[in-house]
């Protein structure tokens, strides 16, 4: 027990931990429910395994697939490699024919149904939409202008930030472990087999993100959780062949947690510009927003976002329902054509613009950038439009909220 609670407080001081709780996204735990469960199957001689066990592991399965729903493919891929491993190392153990083979993926499949069918027969249709657009129709948006080399490594540049003093101490724990089975077995036993399962399972999950056209750092939690949970277990595999007493694992545990846990997590730094940004930007147009809003309420303005940055759509939206506001709050971020983009402005009441080049605009290729400052402009020198909050970042860059005149609001109100 004082082993594991040496593990246990080294884990604790991993980044991805923390970020768990101070990050309200659910890849974060997605990544390290698809370590545990694929670390699990590894481990597990499902040839011998009990039924309820079994059943277990495919709720488990079930459950990292609709954690991140838009993700269940990677998923399968990732949970599919281990559980091939895992059965040919069961096999090693132990003879078995197709009936015992089949009687095990069944009971597997039927665990995850129990969650999986449920979710995606209410909403598979949505999610299926959402990773076509994300994937295919807008991956010109989201995907990033860079070499082959940094393609292939952004996981690998971005890994310090979750996996913390693990990266690349783990991978040296693995290759520890590995060559100490290799001089010990000399041939392919089912520990040898289940590592280098271990070793395949951490490699795919590197890979389905990389091969992917589009790059997100949440997403590589594909990958961050079974490198954590597999550097873990090799952690505490080293531990036990070396006799470490186990006060001593202890001990050296809360050092480690003593030495890298960090309060703060990396993503959105209260001190980062960018977030700092963002957050003024946004308490600085909505006052005079939530004023118009209040005007009359039972008309709902359309404020209309245009750009991605630092001014966010649901912030405003936010802000609006804790005042109890009522409004509709659109954006315009991926409109290519002028016409249909001034089409759109021309029917909302307010719109709230951005200089390009602002602090706190998304990195993504949103068609939008292109006409932000010609918008600016427009609006300038059209009458019909009045600024009503402006906001200055630290580089000089302005953002407007624009809005009709109130006349003006409740005709065109809808």
């Known amino acids: 027990m004082l082993i594991l609670g040496g593990i246990l407080l080294a884990f604790l001081a991993v980044p991805a931990l923390g970020s768990v709780i101070s990050e309200f996204r659910p890849d974060l735990s997605w990544g390290l429910l698809i370590g545990f469960t694929g670390m699990l199957l590894l481990l597990t001689n499902l040839l011998n395994a009990k039924s309820s066990t079994l059943i277990l592991l495919g709720l488990l399965i079930g459950l990292d697939l609709v954690a991140k729903p838009t993700g269940a493919l990677p998923v399968v891929a990732v949970l599919g490699t281990a559980y091939c491993v895992s059965i040919i190392a069961s096999l090693y153990e132990r003879r078995c024919g197709l009936k015992g083979l089949a009687y095990v993926t069944l009971v597997i499949a039927i665990g995850a149904s129990i969650i999986v069918i449920p979710y995606f027969a ?80 951490v490699i795919v999950s590197y890979a389905i993100p990389t091969i992917a056209p589009v790059h ?82 039972a008309k709902a303005l ?60 998304s990195p993504a290729h949103f068609p939008v950038y292109q006409y932000q400052d010609r918008l600016i402009k427009m609006f300038q020198s059209d009458p019909r439009w009045h600024v009503i909050a402006t906001y200055t970042d630290p580089s000089g860059f302005r953002t407007f909220a624009f809005a009709r005149p109130r006349d003006d609001l409740s005709r065109q109100s809808r």
């Open 122 to 201: 209410v909403a598979g249709r949505e999610i299926i939409a959402y990773v076509r657009a994300v994937m295919i129709e807008d991956a010109g948006i989201w995907q990033p202008v860079e070499s082959t080399a940094t393609h292939l490594l952004y996981y690998g540049r971005l890994a310090r930030m979750a996996m913390g003093w693990l990266w690349p101490t783990g991978f040296v724990f693995l290759g520890c472990q590995g060559v100490w089975l290799v001089i010990r077995d000399k041939s392919f036993s089912p520990d040898l087999v289940r590592f280098l399962g271990v070793i395949l399972f």
């Open 216 to 297: 997100s750092q949440y997403f590589g939690y594909i990958f961050y959780g079974p490198a954590i949970v597999a550097s873990l277990w090799s952690l505490a595999f080293l531990l036990r062949l070396l006799k470490v007493a186990p006060l001593g694992a202890l001990l050296a545990g809360a050092v480690v947690f003593m030495l890298f846990w960090k309060p703060l997590p990396k993503y959105f730094d209260a001190r980062n510009p960018a977030v700092v940004a963002t957050d003024e930007a946004n308490r600085a147009v909505f006052p005079a927003i939530s004023n118009l809003l209040s005007t009359d309420p």
């Open 302 to 361: 359309l404020v209309m976002n245009i750009s991605p940055g630092p001014v966010a759509l649901h912030i405003l939206e936010y802000f609006a329902i804790l005042k109890g506001l009522s409004g509709t709050f659109d954006a315009i971020f991926n409109f290519e054509s002028w016409e249909a983009l001034v089409k759109k402005i021309e029917a909302a009441d307010i719109n709230v613009i951005t200089e390009t080049g602002a602090l706190g605009q």
